[in-house]
């Protein structure tokens, strides 16, 4: 069970707002795409989710929680990112466990967590390769499943599909799809692909300088005249 909700949010790099004043509340188990064109601030937005960008001004709760002060791993979320942002020294298999191992889980639940991931994603025997021994759909595989483990209230998802090619690109989607299905988290998605945000969201906020223009229902968004 977990929320997001956003108030009044602002942010300015240097002299320069880039975040005008985002209100949003996600739904347990929700799943939101912010979509616009390059530049609009999605980026932003997510990352000050993630805590790795400083608030402006506002709030953002996770849970009714103020997290606004609240380092990255003390937020509860999982971030997924374009460039997967693996370790390149680790194993599939310790690249997952990572964010376990830090938070001090036992052996035995890592093993069960990462074998059963790495089961739902098919990197069942893959666990004991490189990064670099992998194509980019699997290396986003091991990007989700690293996600995956930590069971976090939130996921954050950043063009996570955007260095794959045109055909990995609809088959991840999917997968992306059926994973949400099945484990219902919470999720916020950042995309500049408008095929990909329609597939994917149970809600839209189209962004476009900085604001939420328009937050609703794909059919709605489009249906509109
Ligand atoms: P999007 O994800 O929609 O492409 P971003 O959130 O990356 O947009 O960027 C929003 C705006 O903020 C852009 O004008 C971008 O140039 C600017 N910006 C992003 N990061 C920084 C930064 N670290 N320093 C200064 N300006 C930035
Ligand atoms: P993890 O998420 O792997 O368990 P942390 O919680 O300490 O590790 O990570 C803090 C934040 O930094 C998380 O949002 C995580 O996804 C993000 N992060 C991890 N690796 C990278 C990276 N190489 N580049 C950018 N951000 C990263």
Known sequence: MSTLTLRGLRKSYGDTPVIH??????????????????????????RMVAGLETVGEGRIEID???VNDLEPRDRDVAMVFQNYALYPHMTVFDNMAYGLKIRGQS??????????????LGLGDLLNRKPQA???????RVAMGR???REPKLFLFDEPLSNLDAKLRVQMRLEIKRLHQRLGVTSLYVTHDQVEAMTLADRLVVMHGGRAEQIGRPLDLYLRP
């Open 21 to 46: 004043g985002v209100e949003l509340d996600v739904a347990d188990g929700e799943f939101v795409v912010l979509v616009g064109p390059s530049g609009c601030g999605k980026s932003t937005l997510l």
């Open 64 to 66: 009714g929680r103020l």
């Open 107 to 120: 052996k035995d639940r890592i093993r069960a967590r990462v074998d059963e991931a790495a089961a739902m």
């Open 134 to 140: 992998l194509s980019g759909g699997q290396r986003q």
């Open 147 to 149: 996600a995956i483990v």
